[in-house]
């Protein structure tokens, strides 16, 4: 059997393409063998209905999408040529299609628009669930990073004396991060090498290390900056929880729906058929 993944990714661009055959008023933006136009005003209206994701590319590359209107209505034209549509695997797909299309638009008005949210119900998903909303405690900090302990015992008193510490990465320090004054950014607990982290934990911000040995080299470090493990605030994640809500509504929505169609039905099953592979 051929493979039909690429005419059911053209079955979402056929109504877009198909609407293009008849003649429209307003400025047309571009047309086809004089018989299939394109307005400026259906065009707009397409780019329209993308979703938000999309639009902002599609603003910036409007030409490309216009080609490719073009193409998709060439190939649909070429296909019409061919009798495709009258191919009884296409049908066979075009109707699996037409169904999908028909129980998602279906669930959206019988399940997906009938749901809401109140305060309540976020306040008390979030209390529920504040565990789920907890921020470890974070750290920045910079490195020197030289061959040997030497090397670094003579960074460290450098530094003790006054000696500014960016401007000593830059310097001497072999890691990338030597260019950014060895900045090695914000990290949680277990990201980093073990000898580095530990000694990253036990400093307050401004402190200063003695020298730390890893599998990269010898290391003098200082902590930059340390943020406290906390809670976020149900402002923050208002979003997340009102997804987490939707979800498990929808899914009870849908079960009681599909129930209650089951009930208003007569549905007979020979489970011993299930058992066996002849038709």
Do not use: W
Request: proline fraction near 3%; include cysteine.
């Amino acid at each position: 059997m051929r493979n039909f993944k690429f005419l059911l990714t053209m079955l979402v661009l056929i109504p877009v393409i198909a609407g293009c055959g008849q003649q429209k008023e307003g400025k047309i933006l571009a047309s086809i063998d004089s018989r299939h136009h394109i307005t400026l005003k259906d065009f707009n209206a397409r780019i329209a209905k993308l979703p938000e994701r999309y639009q902002a590319a599609v603003d910036q590359n409007k030409r490309q999408f216009l080609d490719e209107l073009i193409v998709d209505r060439l190939l649909y034209d070429e296909a019409l040529k061919k009798k495709l549509n009258r191919d009884k695997e296409v049908l066979e797909v075009v109707e699996e299609a037409r169904k999908k299309i028909l129980i998602a638009r279906l669930l959206k008005e019988e399940v997906e628009d009938l749901i809401t949210i109140d305060e309540s119900e976020m306040e008390a998903f979030y209390n529920a669930n504040r565990e789920s909303f907890n921020v470890p405690e974070v750290l920045r900090a910079s490195h020197i990073l030289v061959k040997t302990e030497g090397e670094a015992n003579e960074i460290v008193a450098e530094l003790k004396k006054g000696a500014d510490f960016e401007e000593l990465a830059r310097e001497r320090s072999i890691d990338p991060t030597a260019k950014i004054g060895g900045d090695v950014g914000y990290f949680t607990e277990n990201q980093l090498v073990p000898e580095f982290e530990e000694i990253c934990f036990s400093l307050q911000p401004g402190e200063l290390s003695e020298v730390v040995k890893t599998k990269f080299g010898y290391h003098v470090i200082m902590l930059t900056e340390r943020k406290e493990p906390h809670v976020k605030d149900l402002s923050e994640v208002r979003d997340v929880v009102a997804q987490a809500i939707k979800r498990q509504k929808k899914t009870i929505r849908f079960n009681e729906y599909v129930e209650r169609l089951k009930e208003e039905s007569k549905i007979t099953i020979n489970d011993s058929l299930l058992e066996t592979k002849e038709e």
